[in-house]
């Protein structure tokens, strides 16, 4: 942690989601004499928006426990924390933040200002999803504690539910839903499922296990909503091959497409905005404009591996990035990695999965050796030892690991192992030459997550035979 530095600067933060409440926990471990003020346009303060299918599903008891940092927390590190006070106005000239709470109006001047307004759900054109600006009842996004209840409250044992998105928080939803016992349709655009998070061959992995409980379309467009007095009845997709129309009976429609950054006070005080819509930041959370840092899903970011821009949509990035701006707005200093790691992990229907850095088809323009391999979380004559797949795409001729991929148990350790290596440039010897534990009732003698560097590595010795 940074020095204590005891110079009271003024820092105003617009959003108290995961990122917002994490840079103000930071600024204050960092300045004790700051003033730190955030202002939250919704009811609740810094809560874990990654818990809401398993709050929906019942597993986390209450939604009120996804809360992480109370009112009461931020009273006693005297932060001042508005709630369901939205930031209206920002005059940056005077350094002076405009906020409303109904009629109410409360103004705050900065010295450091940090956004942190997080991301909206991207809704896909479907024809008759809403009436009167409401979606019908029966169709919910999921990103606050509202939409969750929301969707609680539809649930009903044996219906029929339908998703719409195949990635991480879509096949969440779809397990949650069927463990509720609903009986749930995946509608995908796409090819094929976890398209941004898995190769295909991983993917195809992870499809296999899930359509043993779901039923999946991939390769469809949803395209319609039926209703019955307002309710949802049906959704209508199209074979995007044939052209063919069907429609799916459904009770509960999910909708999990996507999100996409809230930049309007953003772009109103002039911060460069990025490719992918985010608002443009570096290494320390800065904006393009002075003493305004940006985190979370607001902001863009690059890949670590490709130098490409990243719309940031990973809770585990945003409070990192968090990290920073609290530290550096409150005048102590710290920097993130030249780039996003993207790692990233979920379990759905008792399968785990996760991957670190760029899926194949954004190494298009590297030349890579890849490596697979299937082996087991324990050695083979134990009982009740678990499959484990892992992949990884290594750079010629450097050797250097870009990126890894996991299906199966503990995959989410084994892959931030790989994380680790892609953050130093370790190359692939290094990694399989490593030395894991070992013990039967824990981890085999060689793992996979060496033993897929070994298949690298005898790819790479035969290239080189090779006349
Ligand atoms: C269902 C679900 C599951 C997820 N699972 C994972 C996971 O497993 N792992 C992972 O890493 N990530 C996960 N994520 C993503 C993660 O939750 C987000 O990346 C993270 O919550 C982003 O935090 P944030 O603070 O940037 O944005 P948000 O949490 O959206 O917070 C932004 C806040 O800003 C407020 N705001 C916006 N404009 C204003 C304004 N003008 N005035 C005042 N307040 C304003 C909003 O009300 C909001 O509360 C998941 C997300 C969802 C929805």
Do not use: W
Not at 409 to 437: F, H, P, W
């Amino acid at each position: 942690m940074g020095v204590l530095v005891m110079n009271g600067k003024k820092i105003v933060i617009v959003g108290g989601g995961a990122s917002g409440g994490t840079t103000a926990q930071f600024a204050r471990k960092t300045d004790r004499a700051a003033h730190i003020t955030i202002f939250e346009k919704g009811k609740y303060p810094h809560y874990s928006k990654c818990g809401l299918p398993y709050a929906i599903a019942g597993i986390v008891p209450d939604f009120l426990n996804l809360i992480e940092f109370s009112e009461e927390y931020f009273n006693k590190e005297h932060i001042e924390l508005f709630l369901e006070t939205t930031v209206e106005d920002i005059d940056l000239k005077r350094r002076i933040v405009i906020a409303k709470k109904g009629t109410e109006s409360t103004s705050r001047e900065f010295d450091a200002l940090v956004l942190a307004t997080g991301s909206m759900p991207m809704v896909p054109p479907i024809q008759n999803i809403q009436t009167h600006n409401r979606f019908y009842s029966g169709i919910h996004v999921l990103r606050t504690i509202d939409d969750g209840r929301s969707i609680l409250s539809d649930i009903r044992k044996g219906k029929k539910a339908t998703i719409i998105g195949a990635g991480l928080i879509g096949l969440e939803m779809a397990d949650t839903l069927h463990k509720k016992g609903m009986q749930v349709t995946v509608v995908e655009a796409l090819p094929r499922i976890l398209a941004n998070t898995l190769d295909d061959d991983m993917s195809d992995l992870v499809r296999e296990t899930i359509q043993e409980h779901v039923t999946l379309y991939t390769n469809h467009f949803a395209t319609q909503i039926k209703d019955k007095q307002g309710a949802v009845t049906h959704l209508v997709i199209k074979n995007r091959e044939t052209n063919e129309d069907a429609a799916i009976e459904t009770d509960l429609c999910v909708i999990a497409t996507g999100t996409k950054p809230e930049t309007t006070l953003a772009k109103h005080i002039g911060c460069a905005i990025g490719k992918t819509g985010g608002i443009l930041v570096n290494e320390n959370a800065e904006t393009s404009v002075k003493n305004v840092y940006a985190v979370g899903d607001c902001t863009e970011y690059h890949d670590f591996v490709t130098g490409e821009p990243i719309c940031v949509g990973f809770g585990s990035i945003g409070v990192r990035q968090g990290i920073a701006a609290g530290t550096n707005a409150a005048g102590g200093t710290y920097s993130l990695p030249k780039g996003l790691l993207m790692t990233r992990t979920s379990e759905f229907f008792g399968l785990e999965i996760a991957a670190v850095g760029p899926i194949q088809a954004s190494l298009k323009n590297k030349t890579i050796i890849t490596g697979k391999y299937k082996g087991s979380s324990l050695p083979d004559y134990f009982p009740g030892g678990k499959p484990i797949t892992m992949k990884i795409h290594v750079e010629e001729p450097s050797g250097r690991i870009l990126a890894a991929q996991a299906v199966g148990s503990n995959a989410a350790q084994r892959t931030n192992v790989y994380a680790c290596a892609i953050l130093n440039g370790l190359t692939v010897d290094d990694v399989r030459k490593m030395e894991t534990t070992y013990a039967p009732p824990i981890a085999p003698t060689l793992d996979t997550l060496t033993l897929v560097g070994d298949v690298v590595a005898l790819k790479r010795a035969r290239k080189k035979r090779e006349p």
